[in-house]
């Protein structure tokens, strides 16, 4: 079967794209995969005469015309890449249709998707992973630099900021991972390679995470930061052979979900095999007629949160009054965890089997009433 897998590759300025675009496609056509590149609409248009004042300086007119040409490109390669003889093929979008969103108001953004007709979270996830490059100028100010991009116009001041405001564009997304320069430049690269290996499931799809009880935190506080988004999650257990975990989940916000189908499968109590298939409405609601009936319906608001680089999940139950559950995803069991400063951490459940969204199903531990 033909296995096409859509990212995103973005960043602040001067985060290292055009070498991990390179290194994506030097590294990743190593492992079977024909990699195929969306190349950056913004810089394509700038380059090829249409920048800003082509546009009579509307910001927000060049920003509908990016997200229309955003949208026309990758519908083609989607398609384009279907034809294609090659049965694993990597999809790069050098910069997604959401970036569009960090040079407008959020009030401009509104307004560009109802004027284009565009389904935010439609066309958010459906993206399969998303990788967000740290600019040189949060940890790497030396390196910082406007020599190598012709389109690049920002001082370092300004690279900060626009890092900022790119990171919480993407805050949501259910695959975001944030490569930071807590490294050389070079292992930078070789960790993005890696977080893109783990989403292909290359040498196998393990999922590594840890998680935590906590104190139910401030969910208006929560909402008020940029880089924090919440999302709604209905999760349904479908019957399923012995030692594996089926499950149908509708996620999304106001009236736009994405619909997925889940297969787990144990390996150690950190570690299990996880295929994952985003499906139609219409297969979604042929699923659920196979629901396990021994099994709760789990209902959540979910709140994505990057915090120091790091992507959190904090899941908040109807049922659970002062408690909620905080999840983090790894590539690597030995990854160091910062713990958010507004977070209080009750203790760490990775490994407590009754806090897993399964066991909810079945009955909910007095710790998380």
Request: aromatic share 8%; net charge negative; proline share 3%.
């Amino acid at each position: 079967m033909k296995k096409i897998v859509k990212i995103v590759l973005t960043g602040g300025p001067c985060g290292g794209k055009s070498t991990g675009l390179s290194s994506i496609e030097k590294e990743i056509s190593k492992i079977g995969y024909k990699v195929v590149t969306v190349s950056e609409t913004a810089t394509e248009l700038i380059l090829d005469g249409f920048s800003l004042p082509a546009f009579n300086n509307d910001g927000k007119l060049f920003e509908k015309n990016i997200m229309l040409f955003q949208q026309l490109k990758e519908n083609f390669y989607e398609e384009a890449c279907k034809l294609l003889p090659d049965e694993k093929i990597l999809l790069v979008c050098d910069r997604g249709l959401m970036d569009c969103k960090g040079f407008v108001t959020d009030r401009e953004f509104d307004e560009l998707l109802e004027e284009t007709g565009i389904d935010m979270l439609e066309r958010r996830d459906s993206y399969d992973g998303v990788f967000h490059l740290v600019s040189c100028a949060k940890g790497a100010e030396s390196a910082y630099t406007t020599a190598n991009n012709l389109a690049r116009k920002e001082s370092i001041d300004e690279a900060r900021v626009q890092d900022d405001k790119i990171i919480s564009c993407w805050t949501g997304h259910p695959h975001f991972r944030v490569i930071d320069n807590s490294t050389d430049f070079e292992t930078k690269i070789k960790r993005l390679l890696r977080e893109i290996c783990a989403l292909l499931g290359e040498p196998s799809p393990f999922e590594i995470e840890r998680k935590f009880l906590i104190e139910k935190p401030d969910l208006n506080y929560l909402e008020s930061l940029a880089n924090c988004t919440k999302v709604n999650i209905i999760q349904t257990y479908l019957n399923s052979e012995k030692g594996d975990e089926r499950r149908v989940r509708q996620r999304g916000a106001n009236g736009s979900y994405i619909y997925t189908v889940t297969t787990k499968r144990s390996i150690s109590p950190i570690k299990r095999v996880e295929f994952e298939e985003k499906i139609s409405q219409k297969r979604y609601l042929t699923l659920l007629e196979e629901a396990n009936t021994n099994l709760k319906q789990i209902r959540k608001d979910r709140y994505c949160l990057v915090y120091k680089n790091q992507y959190f999940e904090i899941d908040i139950y109807p049922f659970a009054k002062n408690r909620a559950i905080m999840e983090i995803e790894l590539t690597s069991e030995n990854d160091k965890i910062e713990i958010p400063d507004f977070i209080k951490v009750v203790r760490e459940v990775t490994e407590e089997k009754v806090f897993s969204n399964f066991a909810l199903a079945q009955s909910v531990p007095s710790d998380l009433n």
